[in-house]
């Protein structure tokens, strides 16, 4: 069974920070891919961040330099850290893992900038 726990979500205020972890597990063929994503309401899903096996990273322009990415392949985890926070920020937060040629996601994680 393929799960994808994440956690770190919550209420910040502008400039703060915030570390957000996604635990996968059960993902047959290992997994190739990793990624944060958010939706903020009335948007569409979009990328903020992703990391490959390798190491290689990606990033949205709006979370270059604010954002950062990383990994731990022994536990299959992945890690975005937060800092900088914006209004602009607030949605909720998924992770993606993607294994062979399926992709999963957990169920959401919300981040909300307010002062």
């Known amino acids: 069974q393929v799960q994808l726990v994440e956690s770190g979500g919550g209420l910040v205020q502008p400039g703060g920070s915030l570390r957000l972890s996604c635990a996968a597990s059960?993902?047959?063929?290992?997994?190739?891919?990793m990624g944060w994503y958010r939706q903020a309401p009335g948007k569409q899903r979009e990328l903020v961040a992703a990391?490959?096996?390798?190491?290689?990273?990606n990033y949205a322009g709006s979370a270059k330099g604010r954002f950062t990415i990383s990994r731990d392949n022994a536990k299959n985890t992945v890690y975005l850290q937060m800092n900088s926070l914006k209004h602009e920020d607030t949605a909720v937060y998924y992770c993606?893992?993607?294994?062979?040629?399926?992709?999963?996601w957990g169920q959401g994680t919300q981040v909300t900038v307010s002062s």
């Open positions: 059960g993902i047959p063929f290992g997994i190739s891919y």
């Open positions: 993606n893992a993607r294994g062979g040629i399926d992709s999963y």
């Open positions: 990391i490959t096996s390798r190491g290689v990273t």
